[in-house]
């Protein structure tokens, strides 16, 4: 462990201190040790409050005889820190990464423990008598002297008439993450967070929680409550003795600093009474990797028949996450219930820990995989429905290497197919995520100086999920050191190193593409991604964070109550160029009021932009945002009486949109990660242009890249929008930034579209190159279904990249809709394949008008369905009738021009791009008209006595 420099400084006028001398620790404990080690510590107890090196507000304030504060976790994590280190013996208080674990390690136990939808907390109580030296002390010149570089006290002043008592008491239950969402809650007794002095003897607690006093002890160990409001407030009764006589006191603690704020506002969430079907359900029943909840789909009879199965988001182990939580966030727009009332039985799955490596939980997510095909085989043998895999952030991540593990696992040993059609990561960091570089030598830093909080967020920084997903991370960054400077040379740690290269070269086979970006994506799945950084803005466009940007700075003195210091931070956005500064940390503090102790840390990095200023979801917790993980500026100002100036108030860049779509690396290797998506042809989004169909004009590759595209991206089609939402916060981000919620319509209908569209077009596809080739028995069964029709072709859709949809010898199709299935040129069935269609109407289909509807009743939306419908009308080739009055453009797509017939030679027709400029305008004065048009996505207008008819036209 590098050691932190410790400068005794000459102080004018103090007699006997004549020289400089130069100190080395690496703890707070050391520094009190040598200050004050010459003092007698059975004169005050092994207890000397002025050991600590920081300060607490609420500790501040009882030194005073101010016990009116009200304890949250946090402050009750640095008041037990503050009054450990000022312990000469250590085996009174823990150190705080050994607090931290145990606290992690009660949440692990806790969630094994319940089955109920309720969050477990343990309860966290300090009593301590401590000795404080009389701080009038530090008036009188002579009344210490420094000995071989320790404090020691004047011989004509008595030392037992230098100290004074103070209680210190504090109560508080130890959520670390409030915003848990659950309605009701459990206290529960650990008598690792009962701390209290070697002269104090606890002889009972009562807890109030609402509803009387109840006992809380070992052996009445769980106190149930309800969470009825934000901040609510508990009671303690505490019963102790203090040097043999009784004392009584009353403790105020938070039962919950902030519940899900939806909870209380009688938002949308209230539509939606019983969220999930079943939840907690265990798999497989006698292990705890897996729980899971489902919403069973439209007619499914309450049995998994359609799966769509969704991987959450990284949890720290100290989080707990709810059901309820959960199907709020996620079901934004309506999103979850909207798949269900389409016919799919939705399975929303939770890890625990919630922290796994990706290797490690997409290898649990593949057996999970294999548990519900055999479940959904089990409740409908005669049907075979695909599944659709969707996850939030590492939840895509899991999916990612589950699904290549189950593809290569199938293809060399025959093991059961994944049977998995559709895969959507969500903000998902394929190429990296970040956090910035000055948060980490924050944590770093105060991690290694006795800050419980800082101790916390660097416990979870180092765990597998956060090592695993990090871009740069400072486990696996060389720092070297050169008096005070720390230059950091910013590099993945070596777990994220290994899975890259696993993704890359461990699971390849027959059929995987190696020759574009596909290769370290399953092979077997239609991929799309969404995004929810803005598609055309950067961080400096938008928010106005430029390079080098200062944050935040602490430059003031402070008369504390342990003495005079001088603080003088700043933490500075990251920029190009060699040794660029992140982090500045210079301190002089005077212990004891008369000691002065210079600490001085300067952290930069070399040649490291980051992604701070990056198109991409942000995170408040990286900047200035309490809750865990805490920003560094809440760890500056938590040691700092809270002070400090902002210089930048927006928000930190957590996934760069370039992360979150899997644009080629080689694109942005200099650090240009501004990418616009519409400029370059990757995405069409111009919403409210009111020809433009929403699910065959935007969030698609543009086949103007009809054979490169893969180069550019892994993915089929992406999508992000105009707006950049906090990290998987879609709906919070609305609320808090007053954004326009209506953009969240279309992300959730690009996801609709792509599980089931209206109109399901299938092509570019073959069964039977899909699974293993060895196995001369082996079937691959498949079922489709669409609300209006199903149609099957080769140049059917620009939603896909063109091609035959082929059923070789071992494939198996079944499909059906309401209006029928139509097969058009390049629908191919070999001999031996079996393919069966028919019309059926299941009934099942996404909500007409309430589910269109913003979730909280603000907005009404129009159903582009309906506008989808009849841009397909011409599909139907079963009406004659109709076909004589229909619009026709052919060939269409096409790079050599395009035939225009009308269905008479009157009126007149205009033909405009996709931002609306016209094109081409004339009068109808022949039936067909032949045109041609620069590669793009253009709309033709026929305005005529009977009416308007649109028809969109793709030149390649």
Same mark, same amino acid.
């Given at each position: ?7 005794? *400084? ?29 003092? #007698? ?16 507000? *609420? ?33 009174? =208080? ?42 009038? *002390? ?53 008598? #690792? ?148 009332? =389409? ?156 899975? =890259?290269?696993? *993704? ?11 020759? #574009? ?218 609320? #808090? ?220």
């Amino acid at each position: 462990m590098k050691k932190l420099i410790l400068g005794l *400084l000459l102080l004018v006028g103090f007699n006997g201190w004549g020289q400089k001398d130069t100190l080395e620790y690496t703890t707070a404990r050391e520094v009190a040790d040598v200050v004050f080690g010459l003092l #007698d510590a059975e004169l005050y107890g092994n207890a000397l409050f002025d050991r600590s090196l920081s300060e607490h507000e *609420l500790l501040i304030k009882q030194i005073k005889g101010d016990y009116s504060g009200i304890a949250d976790a946090y402050s009750w994590l640095q008041a037990y820190s503050d009054i450990g280190v000022s312990y000469t013996n250590p085996k009174y =208080m823990l150190p705080d990464t050994l607090l931290i674990n145990k606290i992690t390690n009660s949440y692990l136990q806790y969630q094994r423990e319940s089955e109920e939808e309720k969050v477990i907390q343990p309860f966290g109580l300090l009593l301590h008598e401590m000795s404080k030296i009389d701080s009038n *002390l530090y008036q009188k010149q002579n009344a210490f002297s420094n000995q071989r570089s320790q404090l020691k006290l004047n011989p004509a002043f008595d030392e037992k008439q230098i100290y004074s008592k103070v209680m210190f008491k504090d109560a508080a239950l130890l959520e670390l993450y409030g915003k848990h969402g659950y309605e009701g809650g459990i206290i529960k007794y650990n008598r #690792d967070f009962i701390s209290t002095g070697p002269n104090i003897k606890l002889l009972s607690i009562q807890l109030d929680v609402g509803n009387g006093f109840q006992e809380f002890s070992e052996k009445n160990n769980k106190i149930n409550y309800r969470i009825v409001k934000d901040r609510q407030v508990g009671r303690a009764a505490v019963n102790y003795s203090l040097n043999g006589r009784n004392q009584n006191d009353t403790l105020s603690f938070y039962l919950t600093t902030e519940i899900y704020k939806y909870k209380n506002q009688g938002g949308y969430q209230e539509k939606s009474v019983n969220r999930w079907d079943k939840k907690n359900i265990k798999y497989p029943s006698d292990n705890h990797d897996i729980k899971y909840a489902i919403k069973y789909g439209c007619g499914n009879s309450n049995k998994i028949r359609r799966p769509v199965i969704i991987a959450p988001p990284y949890r720290p182990s100290i989080q707990n996450v709810s059901f309820r939580k959960y199907y709020d966030q996620f079901d934004f727009k309506s999103l979850i219930s909207s798949l269900s009332e =389409m016919g799919y039985d939705v399975i929303f799955i939770k890890q625990t820990p919630g922290n796994r490596g990706i290797d490690h939980a997409g290898g649990i997510l593949a057996g999970f995989v294999k548990h519900i095909n055999q479940k959904k085989k089990e409740n409908f043998p005669n049907e075979n429905w695909e599944n659709i895999a969707i996850g939030f952030s590492a939840g895509g991540q899991h999916w990612r290497w589950a699904l290549k593990v189950l593809e290569k696992e199938h293809m060399e040993w025959g093991t059961p197919h994944h049977h998995t059609r559709l895969y959507i990561p969500f903000d998902s960091p394929h190429w990296g995520a970040n956090v910035p570089m000055f948060a980490q030598a924050v944590y770093y830093e105060f991690n290694r100086t006795w800050n419980p909080i800082a101790a916390a967020v660097y416990d979870n920084l180092k765990d597998a999920a956060s090592r695993s997903m990090l871009i740069n991370h400072i486990a696996g960054s060389t720092i070297s050191s050169s008096n005070s400077d720390r230059i950091i040379y910013p590099a993945p740690d070596v777990i994220r190193q290994n899975l =890259m290269n696993n *993704l890359e070269n461990s699971f390849n086979h027959q059929f995987t593409p190696i020759n #574009d970006l596909r290769r370290t994506f399953p092979t077997f799945t239609r991929n799309v991604a969404v995004s929810t950084g803005h598609n055309s803005a950067d961080y400096n466009d938008e928010f106005g964070l430029s390079p080098g940007e200062k944050l935040f700075t602490q430059n003031y003195p402070i008369p504390a109550f342990i003495g005079w210091k001088h603080i003088n931070r700043r933490i500075n956005a990251s920029r190009e160029g060699t040794a660029s500064s992140v982090f500045k940390r210079r301190e002089i503090r005077m212990a004891a009021f008369i000691v002065p102790i210079l600490l001085h840390r300067h952290y930069k990095t070399n040649g490291a932009y980051e992604w701070d200023m990056a198109q991409g979801g942000y995170k408040n917790e990286f900047y200035d945002q309490w809750w865990f993980p805490v920003s560094p500026i809440v760890i500056l100002r938590t040691t700092g009486l809270f002070l400090g100036t902002k210089h930048y108030n927006g928000n930190m860049n957590f996934l760069p949109m370039v992360s979150a779509l899997g644009i080629n690396p080689t694109i942005w290797e200099n650090d240009d990660l501004y990418y616009n998506l519409k400029d370059e042809g990757l995405m069409y989004n111009e919403f409210n242009f009111d020809i433009n169909f929403p699910s065959n004009t935007y969030g698609y590759p543009n086949l103007a890249h009809p054979n490169t595209h893969f180069d550019i991206t892994p993915f089929e089609a992406i999508y992000c929008d105009p707006q950049t939402y906090q990290h998987i916060k879609m709906q919070e981000s609305v609320d #808090d930034d007053d954004l326009d919620d209506t953009y969240l319509v279309h992300t959730r209908n690009f996801i609709l579209d792509e599980v089931e569209a209206d109109i399901v077009y299938l092509q570019n596809k073959t069964i039977g190159k899909n699974h293993i080739q060895w196995a001369p028995n082996y079937r691959y069964k498949a079922w489709y279904k669409a609300y209006d029709k199903v149609i099957i072709g080769d140049t059917i859709t620009p939603k896909t990249n063109l091609g035959p949809f082929i059923i070789e010898k071992t494939g198996e199709v079944n499909a059906y809709a309401c209006n029928g299935v139509v097969m058009k040129p390049g629908f191919h069935t070999q001999q031996g394949s079996k393919y069966h269609a028919f019309v059926h109407c299941d009934g099942c289909s996404r909500p007409r008008e309430q589910g269109m509807k913003t979730n909280n009743g603000q907005h009404n939306e129009k159903r582009a369905d309906e506008k989808q419908l009849m841009q397909a009308e011409d599909d139907n080739t079963n009406d004659e009738a109709r076909q004589k009055t229909v619009l026709k453009v052919y060939p269409n797509p096409s790079d050599k021009g395009f035939t225009i017939e009308f269905p008479e030679p009157e009126g007149s027709y205009i033909i405009t791009d996709t931002n609306g400029k016209i094109i081409k305008e004339n009068r109808v004065l022949s039936q067909t008209v032949f045109i041609e048009l620069p590669k793009g996505i253009y709309f033709l207008k026929w305005m005529s006595s009977n009416g308007v008819q649109t028809k969109k036209i793709i030149a390649l």
